[in-house]
């Protein structure tokens, strides 16, 4: 059964860092692409950060470029996000999604929702003093 499973969120104070952790059927890990997502209270879901099945390479969204970083360990089938410098604007349910590709290739042409075929249940991060 393919599964997704989000952990890591919290309530955090503005400036620190969390990492985020999303752990993946083996037969998703192994081959396929796994994208990170956030949906802020009020807004649509928006994409976070990519890595590639195929060769590893990692994408960021504009605005998470410089204190995101995305990273998989394979032999814990698990994806990371650090999220270095908390804002309150990262605020938001982080979810992880598959689209059963190798690339990152929806995820850059703007990671539309539907095009996602399984997702976890997401972790909330609050960022609040």
């Known amino acids: 059964q393919v599964q997704l499973v989000e952990s890591g969120g919290g309530l955090v104070q503005p400036g620190t860092s969390l990492t985020l952790s999303c752990t993946v059927s083996?037969?998703?890990?192994?081959?396929?692409?796994i994208a990170w997502f956030r949906q802020a209270p009020g807004k649509e879901r928006e994409t976070v950060s990519c890595?590639?099945?195929?060769?590893?390479?990692?994408y960021y969204a504009n605005a998470a470029k410089g204190r995101f970083t995305i990273s998989r360990d394979n032999a814990k089938n698990t994806v990371h996000l650090q999220i270095h410098s908390l804002k309150p604007e990262d605020t938001g349910v982080y979810l992880c999604?598959?689209?059963?590709?190798?690339?990152?290739?929806?995820?850059?042409?703007?990671?539309?929702?539907?095009?996602?075929?399984?997702w976890g249940q997401g972790t909330q991060v609050t960022v609040s003093t």
């Open positions: 999604a598959s689209d059963r590709s190798w690339t990152c290739t929806n995820f850059l042409r703007g990671g539309h929702v539907s095009e996602y075929e399984y």
């Open positions: 083996e037969e998703l890990l192994d081959f396929y692409s």
């Open positions: 890595i590639a099945g195929s060769d590893g390479s990692t």
